[in-house]
């Protein structure tokens, strides 16, 4: 069971209850949302790397050394 | 000499937990300091910490940050949020016995003005791409800051072990 702790910096007194079903369901929902976002990140950074994978593939192939290219990206 | 930082409470986790709050934080301070030592439940890797002001949770918050995970760099920021995001959390799916350090800095937090607060947080994890992200933060409402919450972003739980230190800060 998840549970919410507050604790009272005036008493010092830790207050420990079950969450609400309310508070389960926006946690959930939360948590979700989050996790789509953070997918998204991931797949957004995926692609650019990818992108500069292959856009210094391509750089290799005319020609230029791994000195060259890494001058270009810095 | 004058004590200028000084523990007010703190809270290390037994079992797992949904939330940490601090209420009634009291206003014979300056400045706070939240120092966290946490690791969520999340079955995949990486997991942020939400905080809340005041328990608020409307989209007031936001940010600036700079990370690396030592193979990329990046920046971002955030406007609107309804959190502040406190990222680079270490999860279920991290080594063993390995937390996530963050620590956060609320200076002035009894002015009746928008709160700018700072935080770095370092997921150590033993591994080469381990995360940091350093983050400027703005709670923009007004109003003495009373009470923090903290929330993994996905979690839902923080696991046992998980440390909550808040200190207060005097001038004098």
Do not use: W
């Not at chain 1, 207050?15 to 997918?39: C, D, F, K, S, V």
């Not at chain 2, 009470?147 to 808040?166: A, D, H, K, M």
């Amino acid at each position: 069971m998840s549970v919410a702790i507050e604790v009272n910096c005036e008493t010092g007194v830790v207050t420990e209850r079950p969450l609400t079903a309310e508070e389960i369901a926006a946690n959930e929902a939360a948590a979700a949302q989050a996790a789509a976002a953070q997918h998204e990140a991931e797949v957004a950074a995926a692609a650019v790397a990818e992108a500069k994978a292959n856009a210094e593939a391509k750089l290799a192939a005319l020609g230029l050394t791994a000195e060259e290219i890494a001058a270009l990206t810095k | 000499m004058p004590s200028t930082y000084q523990l007010i409470s703190s809270n290390v986790l037994t079992t797992t937990a949904a939330s940490v709050t601090f209420s009634a934080i009291p206003s014979t301070y300056t400045d706070l300091v939240l120092r966290i030592s946490a690791k969520t439940d999340r079955a995949n890797a990486n997991d942020g910490i939400k905080l809340l002001v005041n328990g608020s949770s409307a989209s007031v918050y936001g940010e600036r940050n700079v990370n690396g995970n030592g193979a990329t760099a990046g920046s971002n920021g955030n406007a609107n949020l309804a959190y502040g995001a406190l990222r680079s959390g270490a999860t279920g799916a991290s080594t063993a016995n390995v937390f996530s350090s963050t620590e956060v800095y609320l200076p002035n937090y009894n002015d009746a003005t928008i709160h700018p607060f700072g935080s770095i947080q370092v997921q150590e994890d033993n591994s080469t791409t381990a995360r940091i992200f350093a983050t400027a933060s703005t709670f923009n409402t007004s109003g003495a800051i009373t009470s923090l919450t903290l929330n993994p972003e996905t979690g839902p739980n923080f696991v046992s072990g998980s440390s909550f230190y808040l200190y207060g800060i005097k001038n004098s």
